[in-house]
């Protein structure tokens, strides 16, 4: 055996320790009432033979399960650092080598490290690299660097259940692992006294997205006109990390203007950064291509806007529109979004708007220029076929469709595939296509009622535009002289363009 009297417990890299994290619960916003079970595991740290005299059990090993960025290191921190104990970090894919004995040998000292300076925090991040469920059937495989590390992990990973297993009451020791894939973890490692609490990190709703923002904040000089809640709430699905690269992309930008404080704007232009990626120069349409893309882009926000002044819609303002080709898009709208509960049970006349809106860049185009349409709508009518299909399939909302004796081939996503953002976010992503039974007369069915529920609402939206004909010309103008137009713009167009204005303007 060559490894025979080689000394692994020294072996680099070493877990990395930090006498006083200096980080506290302060610093760490919008996880809700996580933090009270967090607490309670500071308060262990701080006298734990108080929690011993009591004949309390001291939690063995914390799992704190979340998507990435949510703030699972960070809250491993915030403990070590308001219970002033050190900190030993180290990842789960530091563990995992093909040496023999080098991933066993690193969680001992590890944890020797750890009980020597108790009390203490391990912090092991992404466990689920080093305790991935064991997959038996693969043992058999012929390939021998593969088995080998295989069998490496399970070393290492039996080792940590022996560390585990080992922790006995009063040892002033807390073990937190972090994963975002619960699903991947060795069943063994879940079982009772291995660990025993598991605390779920959320991604944050928009309150604490507005924490989150208010905390990173304090480290920036911001101008008082930005509206932080705006941006809470405009951005759902943005996890802590993403709102802390928010505000120091925000600082950058106003560096580089010469503002001496980050203005709304410089806010604005780090989201578009964030989101579409930095302006583009010397990228130019031509005239044509800019007439298109403003005419489907100006389609789109001005139904929005129509709806909600006629029929009373339930829709998202558009905040501005613009034709400066960023990132990979050429030119974009942005909506202002609602509050989170308008999206928690939206009915059917919200659906059919929203259709409605994803068909009016093609229902401009054709108002402004025939059958003379473009390629600059497609993607639009992309999402809208989308989106009728999924009206009439998986939310049943035309006439209830009754499929005798086949499954719903639209079922609701399993536990666990993939980070469920608690509806914020995704805004219909918690169904999903899984393997539909092939049932032809169905999808036959299905096609036909989505392409007629298209006709429809396209046929609407067409009417809608040439009755505001003057008012869609004047907004696409607009829009071509300025590159960009605000929502309040667009009202004001609205306001003096009244229906069925005669208009000589061409673009
Ligand atoms: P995770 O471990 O869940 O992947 P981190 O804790 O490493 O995420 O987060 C990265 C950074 O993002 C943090 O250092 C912090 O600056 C910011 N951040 C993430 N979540 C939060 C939060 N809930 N509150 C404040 N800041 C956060």
Redesign the pocket.
Known sequence: DIWQGIEFSQSKPQARVDGSTGVMFS?????GEAVDELQELVRYLKNPELFDKMGIKPPHGVL?E????????????AIAGEAGVPFYQMAGSEFVEVLVGVGSARIRDLFKRAKVNKPSVIFI?EIDALATRRQGIFRESSDQLYNAATQERETTLNQLLIELDGFDTGKGVIFLG?T?RRDLLDPALLRPGRFDRKIR?RP?NAK?RL??LK??ARKVKLSDTVDLSSYANNLPGW???????LLQEAALVAVRKSHSAILQSDMDDAVDRLTVGPKRVGIDLGHQGQCRRATTEVGTALTSHLLMRLENAKLERCDRVSIHPRGQTLSQVVFHRLDDESYMFERRPQLLHRLQVFLGGRAAEEVIYGRDTSQASVSYLADASWLARKIITVWNMENPMVVHGEPSPWRKKPKFVGPRLDFEGSLYDDYDLIEPPVNFKMDDEIARRTEELMRDMYGKTVALLRQHNAALLKTVKVLLNQKEITGEEIDFILDNYPPETPTSLVL
């Open positions: 610093d760490v916003a919008g996880i704190l979340g998507p990435p960025g949510c703030g699972k290191t960070l809250v491993a921190k991040d972090a975002n990190i944050p604490g924490d989150i905390v990173h996890s802590g990390a993403k709102l802390a690269q």
